[in-house]
C-alpha cells in the first residue's frame, strides 16, 4: 500500500517527530505522503528537509514524501490519518504554569495534567482543539485522529464533543513501562527472559492516573512477583540503571508506584512523576526534599529551554545532511495502531478513547484509558472492569473537574474554570479559598495572550 495520507498538526515538532518519521520508515507494509502543518512553517519547512532525508536512507524500508503546507485544509484534504502533536502556548507560558505555584508552596513534577499547571494549559488547549474539530468536520470527517498532545484526556474530549462523529483516540506511552519492569523482577526472581510483548495486562483509568489490576505472563500472575517487589524495594526503589532518577528529569525509582501498590493493592501504572501529581501536596510533593525522598524529579523549564535549543540546533544540522537521525523504533506504538487500522494486520493496545462501557464506576462518554482491539476501520473497546472504590473515588474527582474545565471554555467562564482549579487536589491542600484565587488570576494573567476565546464572551 503506497498512498497513504497523513496529516501531520504540528509539524514542525522537533524530536519526537523524527522519531515518528522513523518508525514509518521502518514499516514495509505501507507508504505514502505526511503533509506537515504548523503555525511556524519554517520548522514545517524543516522537517520536510528532515522527513525526506530520513526516507532516503539505506536502512528505510519504505518510502515517504514530506511536505510543508500553510494551510490546516491542504493538510486535512484526503487524510486517511491526522496526527496531532503541538505546544500548547510557549516555553514562557510553561513556565508560569509550572513555576508560579511554587510561590505559594505548590510543587508539580510536569504540570501538564492535573494541579494548576494542567488546568491553566487545558483553559489555552480547548479552544484550539474546538478549531481542530471544526476544521477535521469540514476536511476530512472520516479519517482517524490520533492526539499525542497534553492534557490528553482533555484534548480528546473536546474533539468528540464539538465533532461527535469524530474517529479519535489519544496515545500515551506511560503505561508501557509495566511491562518492563515486571520483565527485570522476572529475570531477577526466575532468571526468565520474556519479550514486553508476552505479558499482557488489563489497563484501566484516565491519562497519566493509569491503573493496572490483572497481568500476566503465560499461565502466571504477576500481581504478586510485584507485590513482592514492592516490598522488598520500597525504601530503596527498584530500577533498571540504579540511581538514573538522579540525573534524568524524566527517570524514578518507582517508589511513588510502590506506595500506591501498598495502599491499593493493583499497580499505578503511569510514570511516578506524572502519578504524584493526582494527589495532596502532602503526599509526594510537599517540597523539594520530600520530592528526592521519593527518588523522582521537579522538571524545571530550564531543563525543556536548553533542550528545545539543543534539538534546534539539531534540526539545523539534520536539514543541512551535516548528521543523520538514526532509524531505530521509537518505542510508540503510533505506526502500528495505523496499520491496523489500515487493515494489514490487528492490534491491541492502551489507548484514550470514550467510555461506551468498557470501564465501569464512571461516566459514559468521558475519555478513559483501556485496552482496545483495533483492526481494519474499527477501534473496539476491551471490557476493563471497576477500579476498587477507593481509587475510582480519586479518578471520579479528576474527571469531573475535566468536566468542569470543558464545560468553562465552553461557556468562556473563567469562575467555573477557578472552582476546577481549587478543587484540585495539589491545590486544595495547600492555599486556602483566597491565596488559591490569587494564584489563579496570576496565571490567568500570564496567559492571557492565548485566552482571547473568553474575550468574546
Known amino acids: 500500500m503506497n498512498d497513504v495520507k497523513i496529516a501531520y498538526i504540528g509539524g514542525g515538532s522537533k524530536g519526537w517527530a523524527w522519531k515518528f518519521m522513523a518508525d514509518l520508515a521502518l514499516e514495509e507494509s505501507f507508504s505514502g505522503e505526511v503533509r506537515l502543518y504548523d503555525i511556524n512553517f519554517e520548522a514545517a519547512k524543516i522537517n520536510e528537509i528532515i522527513g525526506n532525508r530520513i526516507s532516503e536512507q539505506k536502512s528505510a524500508k519504505s518510502k515517504w514524501r514530506y511536505k510543508a503546507v500553510k494551510e490546516i485544509g491542504e493538510a486535512l484534504e484526503g487524510a486517511d490519518f491526522i496526527v496531532i502533536s503541538i505546544l500548547p502556548g510557549t516555553l514562557d507560558e510553561m513556565e508560569i504554569d509550572v513555576h508560579l505555584p511554587e510561590e505559594y508552596g505548590i510543587y508539580q513534577s510536569v504540570g501538564d495534567t492535573p494541579g494548576p499547571g494542567g488546568v491553566i494549559r487545558a483553559l489555552r ?239 459514559r462518554d468521558v475519555i478513559v484509558e483501556t485496552n482496545v482491539y483495533i483492526t481494519r476501520d474499527n477501534i473496539l473497546p476491551i471490557y476493563a472492569g471497576k477500579l476498587p472504590n477507593d481509587v475510582n473515588s480519586w479518578v471520579l474527582r479528576h474527571i469531573m473537574n475535566q468536566e468542569m474545565i470543558l464545560q468553562a471554555v465552553l461557556e468562556k467562564d473563567l469562575k467555573l474554570a477557578f472552582r476546577a482549579f481549587y478543587n484540585d487536589p495539589l491545590v486544595e491542600s495547600r492555599l486556602n479559598h483566597s491565596k488559591a484565587k490569587e494564584l489563579f488570576d496570576r496565571m490567568i494573567d500570564g496567559t492571557k495572550r492565548f485566552l482571547k476565546y473568553f474575550e468574546e464572551k
Open 125 to 363: 488547549t480547548i479552544p484550539i482543539y474546538m478549531e481542530f474539530a471544526e476544521a477535521i468536520r469540514k476536511y476530512s470527517p472520516t479519517s482517524w485522529v490520533i492526539n499525542y498532545t497534553n492534557p490528553m484526556a482533555l484534548c480528546v474530549r473536546t474533539l468528540y464533543t464539538v465533532f461527535p462523529k469524530i474517529k479519535a483516540i489519544g496515545c500515551c506511552h506511560e503505561v508501557f513501562k509495566i511491562p518492563k519492569i515486571l520483565s527485570l523482577m522476572l529475570k531477577e526472581k526466575e532468571n526468565i527472559d520474556v519479550s514486553l510483548s508476552e505479558i499482557k495486562q488489563n489497563v484501566l483509568g484516565i491519562n497519566h492516573f493509569t491503573w493496572v489490576d490483572k497481568i500476566s505472563y503465560r499461565n502466571m500472575d504477576l500481581l504478586p512477583i510485584y507485590g513482592e517487589f514492592a516490598e522488598k524495594y520500597y525504601y530503596e526503589g527498584y530500577e533498571e540503571e540504579k540511581g538514573r532518577w538522579t540525573w534524568d528529569y524524566f527517570a524514578s525509582a518507582n517508589r511513588v508506584k510502590f506506595d500506591l501498590y501498598k495502599r491499593y493493592g493493583i499497580i499505578a501504572a503511569a510514570g511516578d512523576r506524572h502519578l504524584a501529581e493526582f494527589f495532596p501536596a502532602y503526599w509526594y510533593l510537599e517540597n523539594p526534599e520530600k520530592v528526592k525522598e521519593w527518588k523522582f524529579s521537579l522538571t524545571p523549564v530550564s531543563f525543556r529551554r536548553q533542550q528545545a535549543k539543543e534539538l534546534y540546533e539539531m534540526s539545523q544540522k539534520l536539514a543541512k545532511g551535516e548528521m543523520e537521525f538514526p532509524i531505530k523504533p521509537s518505542g510508540e506504538v503510533g505506526v502500528q495502531i495505523m496499520k491496523a487500522l489500515l487493515g494489514l494486520s490487528d492490534f491491541i493496545t492502551n489507548v484514550n478513547y470514550p467510555n461506551v462501557g468498557q470501564m465501569d464506576g464512571v461516566p
